[in-house]
C-alpha cells in the first residue's frame, strides 16, 4: 500500500466547502500578532546571462542537427514553459515523474563525464568552486559544443546550457552542480516543471524577503506573460485541477536547490474556474533548503506525498453572457415563430370549416327551396288527377285516349311522389351532416388547442421575463466593471503621484545633504582660518 499510486477527484461543492471551513478554522499561515512590513524596495539585480552565443550557435545548426534536437528535447523544454499559462498545469503525472533529490548515486564530476562524453581528469580540471556550490565554465561547454565530434553530445551539451543558462542561472556563465543533476534525471521521465515552479517561487520569496538579491525566473515569468496576452486557448484549460498531494493541504513543489508549498487554489480562476477563499494553513512553515544532514528525510516525505494526488473538478464560470442572452433569445424567437405558425394554421383551418358550413347551409337552402317546390308541384297533380277521376265517373266511358292521358298522369304523379321521397331523404341526410359539423365546429373550439396555446404564450412571457432580468443583471455587471475600471485608473494616478512626490523628496534630501555638506566644509575652513589667526595672535603678543 506504501507503493501504490492514489489518484482522486473530487467535487467543486465539496472542496470549496472544505478550504472554507478549514481556512476558518485554523486561519492562515501567519503567526499571531504578525504585522507584514513590506520593503520601502526591493533591489533586484537584474543582470542575466548573455545568451546570443547560444543563439549563434543554433543559427550555425543545418535543419538536420535541429530536427535531432527537437526529437530528443521538445518534451522536456516546450511543456517546461507552457505549463506557465495557468500554473501547474500539468495532467496527470505519474508520481515516477516528479524529481526529488534523494541521494547522489554519482558524483559531479561522473555525472558531468557521462554528459559530455569527456575524460574524468578533463572534467575534474574544469570544475570551479562557487559560493558553497561547485560549477562548470559555459565556456568550455561552448567549446565542446563547437568541438565535439559525437553530433548527439553536442546536442546534449547545448540543452544542458539552456537549462543552466536560461531556466535556472544561479552564477553568470557557469552551470550549476544542481542543474547537471536534474538534467541526468531528463532520461529517465522525470518532468522538470514542478522544479521550476519550486525554484521561481523560492527565488521570489528570497528576494521579498531580503530586500535585495538576483531572480532567475525571468525566462519563465515572460513565457507567463506571452501565455496571459497570447495564447487564449480554451481547449487548453483541464477540465480537472491538481490541488493538494497526500496529508498536505497543498502541492508540495520540489526543486533543484530547495522545496516549497504551492496552493493552485489561489489561481483558480486562471483555469477559468469560479473562484473561492483558499485554504493556506501551513504554506509558511514549507519552506526547505537543501542543507543540513536531515533535509532528506523531509524531502523523500514530500515526494511521497505525490504518490495521493487530489483533483477537484473544474466549475466553468460564464464569461460571455450576452451569448448565452442572444442564444436565449434565438430560441424563444424560434418556438415564438412556431406557435404563430401553429396559430396561423388553426385559424386557417377554423376558416375552412366555416366555409363548409356556410356551403352546407346554402345547399339545404336550396333542398328547401326544390322540396317546395316539388310539393307545389305534387299539389298541383294531386287536383289535376282528382279532376280527371271526376269526369270519367261522370262520362262513363271506357278506357280512351282521356284515360290514357289520365294513366300517364297517375303515372307522372308516382314518379314526382318518389322524386318527392328521395328528396326528403336527401334532405335528412344534409340535416345530419348539417348537425354533424356544427357539432365538429363546437368541439374544435371547446378543443384542449387553446388552453394549451394560452398556457405556452404564458411560458413564452416568463422566458422573456427572465430574459429580461438576465439583460438587467448583465448591464449591472457591466456597470460594477467599469466602475470598478475608473477606481483603477484614480489608484494608478494616486500610486504615480506619490512616487513622484517620494523622488522629489529624495531630490530634495539630495540638495539638503549637499548644503549641509558644502556648510560643514566652510565651518572647518573657517576654524582652521581662527586656528591660524589665534597663533599669529599669540606670536604677536609675544613679540609685544
Given at each position: 500500500?506504501?507503493?501504490?499510486?492514489?489518484?482522486?477527484?473530487?467535487?467543486?461543492?465539496?472542496?470549496?466547502?472544505?478550504?472554507?471551513?478549514?481556512?476558518?478554522?485554523?486561519?492562515?499561515?501567519?503567526?499571531?500578532?504578525?504585522?507584514s512590513?513590506?520593503?520601502?524596495?526591493?533591489?533586484?539585480?537584474?543582470?542575466?546571462?548573455?545568451?546570443?552565443?547560444?543563439?549563434?550557435?543554433?543559427?550555425?545548426?543545418?535543419?538536420?542537427?535541429?530536427?535531432?534536437?527537437?526529437?530528443?528535447?521538445?518534451?522536456?523544454?516546450?511543456?517546461?514553459?507552457?505549463?506557465?499559462?495557468?500554473?501547474?498545469?500539468?495532467?496527470?503525472?505519474?508520481?515516477?515523474?516528479?524529481?526529488?533529490?534523494?541521494?547522489?548515486?554519482?558524483?559531479?564530476?561522473?555525472?558531468?563525464?557521462?554528459?559530455?562524453?569527456?575524460?574524468?581528469?578533463?572534467?575534474?580540471?574544469?570544475?570551479?568552486?562557487?559560493?558553497?556550490?561547485?560549477?562548470?565554465?559555459?565556456?568550455?561547454?561552448?567549446?565542446l559544443?563547437l568541438?565535439?565530434?559525437?553530433?548527439?553530445?553536442?546536442?546534449?551539451?547545448?540543452?544542458?546550457?539552456?537549462?543552466?543558462?536560461?531556466?535556472?542561472?544561479?552564477a553568470?556563465?557557469?552551470?550549476?552542480?544542481?542543474?547537471?543533476?536534474?538534467?541526468?534525471?531528463?532520461?529517465?521521465?522525470?518532468?522538470?516543471?514542478?522544479?521550476?515552479?519550486?525554484?521561481?517561487?523560492?527565488?521570489?520569496?528570497?528576494?521579498?524577503?531580503?530586500g535585495?538579491?538576483?531572480?532567475?525566473?525571468?525566462?519563465?515569468?515572460?513565457?507567463?506573460?506571452?501565455?496571459?496576452?497570447?495564447?487564449?486557448?480554451?481547449?487548453?484549460?483541464?477540465?480537472?485541477?491538481?490541488?493538494?498531494?497526500?496529508?498536505?493541504?497543498?502541492?508540495?513543489?520540489?526543486?533543484?536547490?530547495?522545496?516549497?508549498?504551492?496552493?493552485?487554489?489561489?489561481?483558480?480562476?486562471?483555469?477559468?474556474?469560479?473562484?473561492?477563499?483558499?485554504?493556506?494553513?501551513?504554506?509558511?512553515?514549507?519552506?526547505?533548503?537543501?542543507?543540513?544532514?536531515?533535509?532528506?528525510?523531509?524531502?523523500?516525505?514530500?515526494?511521497?506525498a505525490?504518490?495521493?494526488?487530489?483533483?477537484?473538478?473544474?466549475?466553468?464560470?460564464?464569461?460571455?453572457?450576452?451569448?448565452?442572452?442572444?442564444?436565449?433569445?434565438?430560441?424563444?424567437?424560434?418556438?415564438?415563430?412556431?406557435?404563430?405558425?401553429?396559430?396561423e394554421?388553426?385559424?386557417?383551418?377554423?376558416?375552412?370549416?366555416?366555409?363548409?358550413?356556410?356551403?352546407?347551409?346554402?345547399?339545404?337552402?336550396?333542398?328547401?327551396?326544390?322540396?317546395?317546390?316539388?310539393?307545389e308541384?305534387?299539389?298541383?297533380?294531386?287536383?289535376d288527377?282528382?279532376?280527371l277521376?271526376?269526369?270519367?265517373?261522370?262520362?262513363?266511358?271506357?278506357?280512351?285516349?282521356?284515360?290514357?292521358?289520365?294513366?300517364?298522369?297517375?303515372?307522372?304523379?308516382?314518379?314526382?311522389?318518389?322524386?318527392?321521397?328521395?328528396?326528403?331523404?336527401?334532405?335528412?341526410?344534409?340535416?345530419?351532416?348539417?348537425?354533424?359539423?356544427?357539432?365538429?365546429?363546437?368541439?374544435?373550439?371547446n378543443?384542449?388547442?387553446?388552453?394549451?396555446?394560452?398556457?405556452?404564450?404564458?411560458?413564452?412571457e416568463?422566458?422573456?421575463?427572465?430574459?429580461?432580468?438576465?439583460?438587467?443583471?448583465?448591464?449591472n455587471?457591466?456597470?460594477?466593471?467599469?466602475?470598478?475600471?475608473?477606481?483603477?485608473?484614480?489608484w494608478?494616478?494616486?500610486?504615480?503621484?506619490?512616487?513622484?512626490?517620494?523622488?522629489?523628496?529624495?531630490?530634495?534630501?539630495?540638495?539638503?545633504?549637499?548644503?549641509?555638506?558644502?556648510?560643514?566644509?566652510?565651518?572647518?575652513?573657517?576654524?582652521?582660518?581662527?586656528?591660524?589667526?589665534?597663533?599669529?595672535?599669540?606670536?604677536?603678543?609675544?613679540?609685544?
Open positions: 500500500m506504501e507503493n501504490e499510486f492514489i489518484s482522486k477527484v473530487e467535487d467543486n461543492a465539496t472542496v470549496r466547502a472544505w478550504s472554507e471551513k478549514l481556512q476558518i478554522e485554523k486561519g492562515d499561515s501567519l503567526i499571531e500578532g504578525y504585522t512590513e513590506l520593503q520601502n524596495f526591493t533591489r533586484i539585480i537584474v543582470t542575466q546571462n548573455e545568451l546570443q552565443e547560444l543563439k549563434d550557435i543554433w543559427t550555425s545548426w543545418d535543419e538536420g542537427t535541429k530536427q535531432l534536437f527537437y526529437q530528443s528535447y521538445e518534451i522536456d523544454l516546450v511543456p517546461t514553459l507552457k505549463e506557465y499559462a495557468a500554473l501547474l498545469r500539468s495532467p496527470k503525472a505519474q508520481v515516477r515523474k516528479i524529481y526529488a533529490k534523494l541521494t547522489n548515486s554519482q558524483t559531479f564530476a561522473k555525472r558531468l563525464v557521462n554528459i559530455l562524453g569527456m575524460s574524468e581528469s578533463w572534467v575534474t580540471a574544469r570544475i570551479q568552486q562557487k559560493g558553497d556550490s561547485k560549477c562548470v565554465p559555459w565556456e568550455n561547454l561552448k567549446d559544443i568541438t565535439h565530434p559525437d553530433e548527439k553530445k553536442r546536442i546534449e551539451i547545448f540543452a544542458l546550457s539552456i537549462y543552466g543558462l536560461v531556466i535556472f542561472p544561479r553568470l556563465r557557469h552551470v550549476d552542480e544542481a542543474v547537471t543533476n536534474l538534467f541526468d534525471h531528463l532520461g529517465k521521465g522525470v518532468t522538470p516543471v514542478p522544479a521550476i515552479l519550486a525554484e521561481t517561487f523560492r527565488s521570489l520569496s528570497m528576494c521579498r524577503k531580503a535585495e538579491g538576483r531572480f532567475i525566473g525571468w525566462a519563465q515569468l515572460l513565457m507567463v506573460w506571452f501565455h496571459g496576452h497570447f495564447w487564449k486557448v480554451d481547449k487548453m484549460v483541464p477540465d480537472e485541477i491538481l490541488y493538494r498531494c497526500g496529508d498536505y493541504n497543498w502541492v508540495p513543489l520540489l526543486g533543484i536547490w530547495g522545496a516549497t508549498g504551492y496552493t493552485p487554489l489561489l489561481t483558480l480562476r486562471h483555469y477559468k474556474s469560479r473562484q473561492f477563499i483558499p485554504t493556506t494553513h501551513g504554506l509558511a512553515q514549507c519552506e526547505l533548503p537543501y542543507k543540513g544532514d536531515h533535509y532528506r528525510k523531509k524531502v523523500r516525505e514530500l515526494s511521497n505525490w504518490r495521493q494526488m487530489h483533483w477537484i473538478k473544474r466549475l466553468t464560470v460564464v464569461t460571455n453572457c450576452p451569448v448565452r442572452v442572444g442564444i436565449i433569445k434565438q430560441n424563444f424567437e424560434k418556438k415564438s415563430s412556431e406557435f404563430g405558425k401553429k396559430i394554421q388553426l385559424e386557417e383551418e377554423k376558416m375552412h370549416l366555416k366555409l363548409e358550413v356556410d356551403i352546407q347551409k346554402s345547399e339545404e337552402e336550396k333542398l328547401q327551396k326544390r322540396k317546395g317546390k316539388v310539393e308541384d305534387l299539389e298541383s297533380l294531386k287536383t288527377y282528382k279532376k277521376r271526376l269526369s270519367i265517373r261522370t262520362a262513363g266511358l271506357g278506357k280512351t285516349s282521356e284515360q290514357w292521358r289520365q294513366e300517364e298522369a297517375q303515372a307522372r304523379s308516382e314518379a314526382l311522389e318518389r322524386s318527392l321521397s328521395e328528396s326528403k331523404n336527401e334532405k335528412d341526410e344534409l340535416r345530419a351532416k348539417v348537425a354533424e359539423l356544427e357539432r365538429s365546429l363546437c368541439l374544435y373550439r378543443r384542449n388547442s387553446v388552453t394549451e396555446l394560452k398556457a405556452s404564450l404564458s411560458k413564452l416568463v422566458m422573456q421575463g427572465k430574459i429580461e432580468e438576465l439583460e438587467t443583471t448583465l448591464q455587471c457591466e456597470m460594477r466593471i467599469e466602475i470598478l475600471e475608473a477606481n483603477e485608473e484614480q494608478k494616478n494616486q500610486l504615480h503621484h506619490s512616487q513622484d512626490q517620494v523622488r522629489n523628496r529624495d531630490y530634495i534630501m539630495g540638495e539638503a545633504v549637499t548644503q549641509i555638506r558644502e556648510v560643514a566644509d566652510y565651518l572647518q575652513s573657517m576654524a582652521v582660518q581662527a586656528d591660524v589667526l589665534s597663533v599669529k595672535y599669540e606670536l604677536e603678543s609675544d613679540r609685544g
